[in-house]
Structures are given as C-alpha cells and as structure tokens.
C-alpha cells in the first residue's frame, strides 16, 4: 500500500506540473460554463445538470485518454521503465498507484462544477438525488476511460499511439453498437437476440441512464467490473514487460 500511495502521489503531482493539465481543465471548465449558461441557467427551465453531464461522459472520451497516455507510454520512452520493473513493487502496484493519481485529477477537473450547483440551489430546486447520480455516472465513465486509456499505454512507448488507440476504440465500440441495433440484415430471432445483448453492453445507453438520475446497480457492477478488468489486463501487459 505503501508503494501504491508514493507512485500515485508522484504521478498526481506530475499532473498539476504539466501545462497540459491546466490547458485541459481550462478548456473543460470553459465548455461546461457555456453549456450552463446556454442550456441549464435560463428563468423557467428544470433545475438540472443534465446537459452538463451529458456532455462530460462524452467529453471524458477525448480527455481521459490524454490524461493517461504518458503514465507508461513516457516511462518507455525514456528507457525509466526498467528502473522502476527492477524496483521491490509489483506491476499491479504500479497500475494502481497510476490509476488512482489519474483519478485524483479527473475529480479535480470536475470539482468546478460544483459552482453549478451553487448557482441552481440559489435560484431553483434542484434535484439533489438526480446531481448525486450524474456525478457519479460521470466518475464511472472516466474510470472505465482511464483504465482502458492505461492499459494501451503499456503497449507503446508513443503518446500519440497510446491516444488515439484509446479514443477509437471507443468511437468504434459506439458505433458498433449502434449500427447492430440499427440493422436489419440479421433474421428476426437472430436481430431479437442481438438488441438484447447490445441493450446489455453499450455503455452509451448505461451512461444515459446516470445523466438523468437513474441508478441501476447492474450499470454500477458493469462499470465497475470493466474498470477492473482493464486494470487486471494492465498488470498483466506491464508484467510481461519484466520478462522481454
């Protein structure tokens, strides 16, 4: 535990030394203050965040993986990477200890938006259990991001690489399982199973459910469990690195 608390103390700081993080959350806060101002903080319209966290879970799709695409990636580049393998830490603790400074950040990049919610309990009603949920629909959509975002950093030492394998797997994820549930080239009991299983694991719908205030533990156990598996596959793709 140790080790994991010193590496993502190391890397949280990292963050908040690059000019990339501060340009990232300006640009984020920028674009949330004018979705408020345009769409949410208008006299007469419901009390939400909706708009906001819509916006942020698609958002996080293009910052996570810029979050994370160094976290290994860099180590690899500047040959660093076999110091830390050498070190009395385990490859899980590494990933880990990456992981949770990602995530530190992510929450610091959110937090402003708790000005929001200021605003509307000043001039409205606003649905606390309905913010609750699409704040935490939000963290579990970066969380999976970022696990997916560190697991292709271990496999290429380029940024850049690391990046865009992220964001199109996940663009083609989403467009795949739109255009299954689109198509009508597959028999009707083949389409039939088809919807269900995509229904099931599109993590666009399960995100939507959060934006407007719908908690679903199966949502929960989906993302929590695929966060998990990214993170596990990290260790394992970091692991293999010891043995090349």
Do not use: H
């Amino acid at each position: 535990m140790r080790a994991v608390t010193a590496i993502a103390g190391r890397e949280l700081r990292a963050y908040f030394l690059s000019p990339g993080g501060y340009v990232i959350g300006a640009l984020y806060v920028l674009v949330n203050g004018w979705l408020f101002v345009r769409y949410v903080f208008n006299s007469g319209d419901p009390a939400t965040l909706r708009p906001v966290f819509s916006f942020s879970m698609l958002a996080f799709m293009l910052i996570c993986p810029a979050i994370t695409m160094r976290v290994i990636s860099e180590e690899l580049r500047l040959g660093t990477i076999e110091m830390l393998l050498t070190a009395p830490v385990r490859s899980a603790d590494i990933i880990v200890g990456k992981y949770l400074a990602a995530l530190g950040f992510l929450v610091v990049l959110l937090s402003p938006t708790l000005v929001f919610v200021g605003a509307l309990e000043m001039y409205g009603r606003p649905d606390y259990g309905e913010m609750l949920c699409g704040y935490l629909g939000v963290l579990l959509a970066g969380s999976v991001y970022l696990a997916s975002g560190i697991l292709a950093s271990t496999l290429t030492s380029s940024q850049v690489v690391a990046y865009l394998t992220t964001v199109f797997f996940w663009i083609i994820m989403l467009l795949a399982t739109k255009g299954l549930l689109q198509t009508d080239l597959l028999p009707m009991a083949w389409q039939a199973r088809v919807d269900d299983l995509v229904i099931a694991t599109d993590p666009e719908l399960k995100l939507r459910d959060f934006a407007i205030g719908l908690f679903d533990s199966a949502n929960f156990v989906y993302f929590g469990s695929l966060t998990v598996v990214l993170l596990i596959a990290s260790a394992r793709s970091l692991e293999a690195r010891r043995w090349l």
